[in-house]
Each structure stands twice: as C-alpha cells, then as structure tokens.
C-alpha cells in the first residue's frame, strides 16, 4: 500500500469541486463528487432515532438504488428537524443536481451539515450547485475545495488517500471527511466520504463498509453525542480496470488492509480536530476476553468527562480510567489489569495486577504533557484486543459550546 | 408530611458526631450513626465493577445479616482499587467501631469516600472512631457535624427530614448525603444516609429503597462518571412505636411518600452541588409510551454535554435536546413534540409538533440566565412520565477536574 497526497479525486474517473454560495457567510459552503461511469455504492448512517432529511433520502437510495453517480454536500445548514419540507427540499436538491449532471435524481446522494431547525435556502443551494458543476475538475486541487467546502467548525481539511496493487493494475481509495464538532446555534455532524476505482459489487461494498465503521468512526468520541445527520459514503466506479473484487479474490486482503487505513485515518483527523482539542488520545486494551470487551471498556474510557479533564491536566489519574472500565457494563478481571501511559517523552506504568504502583510522578506528568498520549491496559482475560480514539475536555470545549452566537 | 429542620437523627434513638482524625489536612473526615437499637436496614450500590472495600463489606451485610447498628463514614480516601489489604481494612473498621460501640463488626456498615489506591491510615481511622464516639447525641448540631464529616468536594452539607403521622404516632425519616463531585486525585462517589424511626422488616425496606432509587439518585447526572464508591443506607429502628409498615399497612403511601421526598430532595441537593455547577436544571418528559422511556430520554437530554454547555450559555438550544432524545435508544415519535424552557423569568416554547417555532431570543436569554430552569418535552406517544435532574457543564468543572493536587 502506498499512502499518497490527494482525497477524493485520486480515484480514476472521479472529479470533484468546492464553492461558496452564501449558505454561510462567506465561506465555502457547497461540494460535488461526481464519477465520470456508474457507481456501486454503499453507505453507513447515524443512529439516532432523529434523523436529517438527507440521512433519510440516502438510505433510501441504498435500500432501493444499484447504482449512483454523484454526492452533493452542503455545510452551513443542516436540514435536520425540518419536518416535511425538508424531505422536500432533499429530493429538489437531488433532483436539481441530477438534472444539472445529466443523471437521475436517484443517482445523487444528499448530504448536509450546519444550523438544525432551519430550512435549507434553496435558491443558494440550486446556484451553488450549478457554480460547483461548472470547474469540475480530476485535479489535485479541485478535491481540496471540495473538503474544504463541507468542513464547519473544523480546524483543518480531512484528507486521506492510498494506492494498492491490484492483478497487477493501481487501484485508489481516497476520502475526505469533516469533523464531529458542534456549535452553535447546533453545527454537528461527522461525515466521510470515499471513492474508489476498484470494481466491487453493491453487497459487498456495504458489508465491507459495515465491518471497517466498527474498527474506525464507532471508535471516536468527541463529546458522546451522536448527531442527526453523521453518514459515511462510499462510491466505487471500477475503473481501475480489475476484476470484481470480494471475498474469493485472491487480493481482497490487500484491499481491504487499504480500504481500513483510510476510514482510520480519517476517523482519527476527526477527534484530533475534535472542538477544543488540545491532545490526541489513544486507548488500547489488550488482554480482554473477546474484541467486542476490548472495544466496550477502550471506548467508554475515552467517552469519560473525568478521564478526558484529567488529560486536559496532564494528572496521571489512573483511577478514573479504571473506575470508567469498571462502569462500561464489559466483563473483566480488574486484579490482573495492567495500566500504563505512553508518549513521546517515554512510558510509564500505573497499575500492575491490579495493585497501584508508586510512581514518578514528575515523568509521569512529563509523558502527560505530550499532545499525543496512547493508554495501555492490559487484562489477561483472553487474546480481545480494542482501541478507541478521542480528546481531551478542555476550557475551549465549554467555550465553543457554551458561546451563542457570539 | 411535615418538613423539620435536620437529618439523621430526627428518628428517635438515632445519635451521630462527626470530627476531624487528620485523614483529610485539617477538615471534618470522620462520621457515625449509631441507633440505640438493633435496626432493620437495606442498602443500594454502585453498578460499576470496580467497587471498592467497604461497597464489599456493605453488600456481604446486606446479604447476611437481620440487623445492624451503626454506620462508620469516613473521607478524604475511598479505600478502593486497594486490593486485600482494602477488605482487611474495612473489616477493621468495623470490627474497631463495634468493640467501641459495644456491638459485633457484622453490625457495622461502613463508607468510604476520597482518594483511590491508597491504603486507609488505619491509626488515624481508630483514633478518629474513638473520639467520634466520644461526643455521640441525638442533638441537631451532631447529625451537623457527620453531615459536614461525609463531604469532600461539596460546597454545602445536604439534609433533609421530614414527619408524618402514622396510627397516631409521629414517625421521623431523616438523611444526609454528600454529592457525586469528582476531584483530584480520584475523590468520588455520592452517598446518602437515611434514618427512621419507622418499624418495617428488612425485606420491605429493600423493596421501598429499591424502588426510590429508581426515581431520585437515578434520575441524577453531574458527569455520567458511576463511581466505585456510589452507596444509600437506610437504617429503621422501629421506635416510633407503630406496627410493621408494609405494602398492607392502610398507612402505607403516607410512608412511601415521605420516603420518597427524601430521597428526592437529597438526589436534587447533589446535583445543585455538583462540580463547577452554576444551574439548576430540571428535564421533564412527559406523554411517553411509558414511564420507562420518558426516564430515559429525560436522562438522555440531562447527561449530553452538548446540551449541559448550552445551558451554561444560556442557549435555546432545542436542538441539541431533540438530538439527544434521539440517540438516547429510546422510542418515541420526534414530529408529535413540543419543546419548552420555563424559569422564575417565564416560560417559551419553542418546538411544537416537532416544527421549530420562531421565538422571541431576547426572552427565551432572560429565561435561561436563571439559575433554575425546567425543560418540559411533551410527546404524544401515552401517559409516561420521568424527570431528571442535572447542572450545566461550566468552565469550573474542567478546572477543578483538570487541574492536579493544585
């Protein structure tokens, strides 16, 4: 695998683009990948009971679609509790840009990110659409307006891309994504969007990319809160010129290694962009009885206020990381965990069989001081191995969320 | 049902003390409650996995044991993740509270609240036991000065008695807690102590307490952190003088609903305690499916960071609470709800039938500048109803949570 510079556009066949039309002030605000062929598509969706009107028209077209042949993205508004107009307003978006890029309203995916309970003002969105389609570009830097034009309150543009061998031909994943921070007045949403030359089927997609989310985004916190309108999307043309990829292929393993690394790296840009992030957060547990155990007890420490202030501090606190195993709900033995801290100023173990060490606690508080501190627990309850990613809860946190408007 | 000045010794036969053993530099660390009489008892405990020594010895008694006679408290150390030498330690505790009480170690309950992974200073632990017995009485200013000897982190001792008239007799229910802040290193853990006076059998009063638990100490959420220290108490001794209350007592609710206030007004005083709050907050669900799911999603919306920062600025944030009524797992029909925020300044709505409403911002500010505010989600999905109850997540809390031994 070859990690190489480029997103969405490094995938044969693929041309994106980024613009502003004044559903933000100023800044970009509207996105379109758009593939030259047909695609196979598969698509991941938030899970709360509340969904955007675009999550809706997306699962839909998964659900009943073979194929597809664009996304369009806007930030700066959400249409999320829109209610019936909203579900309007997705479908004319859709149907606008499929007559725009001469295809189906049912090949365009919807995707919005921004203020919730506002409707979306589509006259901005048909014009941004139309501006966006009209430099369409392969280029390196048309898919970089293109990531730049879905961010909200992110910092930087997520961007990922890799190249595998594949019988004997290239074959590219690239993705984008924006980050999972929300704002005022409700700015939220995590969104990733991948293409790929590969030639793949539908089903296979789809499960490929139900069995990468579990390993990749549901291992993140930023806040604990899941969003109305989170969505992951995959679009794969073929290409590449390969054979249909699957199961059987005798180079699956190599895509598959390469489809994972970049859901991974994009889901870690997202918490370290995370809203107020000073540290990036690493929690691996090793030891435990099965994967799922492992990826419950990684997770709900990362996910614990305590835990995330206690980093914030840079305060060696290991009894809160095990206070938050303890109420995770996973089985395990907390008399053989081993815990110990890790970063670039070196490691530094806390807790050996479940007895508190005394430790140094001026190179303990040296490692903590780091930006990127890994946590290792190590259970000996099986061979379950798990780890989640996230960031610490800091005084901007409570800024930018506490903050109206201002 | 009168409401007394007090706590836990309004019953009658109920003593208490506190004093300081030099645990904690200088403050209060060390409690009793001591019925004149054996008593009835029942207790309720953390769920986290990690629990600590005395939890152990509380639960073992719980199980065993017909009667106790006192409780021995003490903070500034938790005596958790102290493995052996914890369980030795609290054995002792106990065992050197009945030798002075005149009373066998299977009749003392014990509490621990502070520091984690330290080993209790089991001297200082004698020492103060001996002088807490000392000055022991059924005055106001003793069952004071446990109250202020249980507190760690707290800001206020919390206290709250009440009386009702059963058979013709007056029959006293008092309690003290101290709250679930959390503070550097590890302090933890909310606990409450509830005396009467009432005669009821140990397998009814675990009924009862199980049942309140449900609606006071869980509904409750300063950070979603479970501690390994969480304990309630209810100690009954009987010397009112009334027959056996239970289920058939005709009597009965006058009880249960006393009982209930109590534990209601001491869960409430915890929250408003709670680290770095600055508000008040009440979310009341009302018209869900079930009693269950509208205590759910009121503990949903109480524990989202997202909606604790917006209260914190004062935000009509609406969104964000529909958003975690969404994720929360519960069921209910988002597009039947109506949303509104009510304070000492007022009352707005500002979702109706799940359709934004445009609001007045000035007035729906000047409602959430409050220090009080109540949050009523109305669903049309039946007749459930819960209510939680939790504080704003403020700069404060990161502070004291992020800053270390300072």
């Keep these: 695998m070859q990690i190489i510079d480029g997103s969405v556009t490094v995938s044969k066949g693929f041309s994106a683009n980024g613009v502003a039309c004044g559903i933000k002030k100023r800044k970009k605000d509207m996105a379109l990948v758009v593939s030259e062929v047909q695609c196979s598509f598969a698509g991941s969706f938030t899970t709360n009971l509340v969904k955007a009107a675009p999550v809706l028209w997306d699962q839909k077209l998964v659900a009943s679609q073979d194929h597809v042949k664009a996304i369009v993205i806007n930030s700066g508004n959400a249409n999320a509790c829109t209610a019936e107009q909203g579900l309007k307003d997705t479908e004319a978006t859709a149907a606008y840009a499929g007559s725009v890029l001469g295809c189906k309203a049912e090949e365009v995916l919807v995707c919005s990110t921004g203020v ?61 994504a924006k980050g ?17 030359d590969a030639a793949i089927g539908k089903q296979t997609l789809q499960a490929l990319l139900g069995s990468s989310i579990v390993d990749t985004y549901n291992m993140i ?82 996910t614990s206020n305590l835990v995330k202030t206690a980093f914030f501090g840079s305060d060696a606190n290991w009894g809160r990381i095990l206070c938050a195993m303890g109420y995770s709900g996973a089985d395990f033995n907390p008399s053989a965990l081993n815990l110990s801290f890790s970063s670039a100023k070196g490691t530094i173990q806390v807790v050996e069989n479940g007895v508190p060490l005394a430790f140094d606690e001026h190179l303990a508080k040296g490692i903590l001081m780091e930006r990127e501190i890994t946590t290792l627990a190590q259970l000996k309850d099986g061979n379950g191995e798990g780890t989640a990613w996230g960031c610490d809860l800091s005084y901007e946190y409570v800024r930018i969320n506490g903050d109206y408007r201002s």
């Design 116 to 176: 919730i309970g506002v409707p979306l003002p589509m006259d901005k969105v048909k014009e941004g659409i139309e501006l966006c389609s009209k430099e369409l570009s392969t280029s390196r830097e048309a898919s970089g307006e293109a990531a730049l034009a879905i961010c909200t309150t992110d910092t930087f543009k997520k961007e990922v891309a890799v190249s595998v061998q594949i019988e004997g031909r290239t074959v590219h994943i690239g993705g984008m």
């Design 180 to 196: 999972s921070g929300m704002i005022h007045p409700n700015m939220a949403t995590m969104l990733s969007f991948i293409t790929t």
């Design 221 to 302: 916190s930023v806040d604990g809160d899941t969003s109305t309108n989170d969505t992951v999307l995959v679009l794969a043309n073929g290409m590449s010129g390969t054979t249909m990829l699957g199961p059987d292929h005798p180079e699956w393993e190599t895509f598959t290694q390469a489809f994972l690394y970049v859901h991974t790296e994009l889901a870690k840009a997202i918490v370290r962009d995370g809203e107020g992030a000073g540290k990036f957060l690493e929690v691996k547990v090793t030891g435990a009885k099965d994967k799922q155990t492992a990826q419950t007890l990684a997770r709900s420490v990362i």
